[in-house]
């Protein structure tokens, strides 16, 4: 059974930076198309990033476009999301989950604990 953790959550002020990291506890991601999903209260969950196993394939929401960056760190064997120009309105818990097809188009099998986000002046 995989078991992703995420970390890399806080409180930020509207225009800094986090990076989110996914690690996997007793396994690796090489094999797993992973994505970042994120949920406000009283929202849907929403699919942020996501990149495929073969690293070849990133998908971002528009919403995220040109501030958030998905990548994966081989050596360190985590899968990153880069947020910058943070606004109010990412303000969620973010997991990662993790697609053993590897494409990454919806069957995401795996889930993370979430870690929180909170972008507020």
């Known amino acids: 059974q995989l078991q992703l953790v995420e970390s890399g959550g806080g409180l930020v002020q509207p225009g800094g930076s986090l990076r989110l990291s996914c690690a996997a506890s007793g396994s690796t991601l090489e094999h797993y198309a992973i994505g970042w999903f994120r949920q406000a209260p009283g929202k849907e969950r929403e699919a942020v990033s996501v990149i495929s196993s073969s690293d070849d394939i990133t998908y971002h929401a528009d919403s995220v476009k040109g501030r958030f960056t998905i990548s994966r760190d081989s050596a360190a064997k985590t899968v990153n999301l880069q947020m910058s120009g943070l606004k109010p309105e990412d303000s969620a818990v973010y997991y990662c989950?993790?697609?053993?097809?590897?494409w990454g188009t919806g069957e995401f099998d795996y889930w993370g604990q979430g870690t929180q986000v909170t972008v507020s002046s």
């Open positions: 989950a993790a697609d053993p097809t590897g």
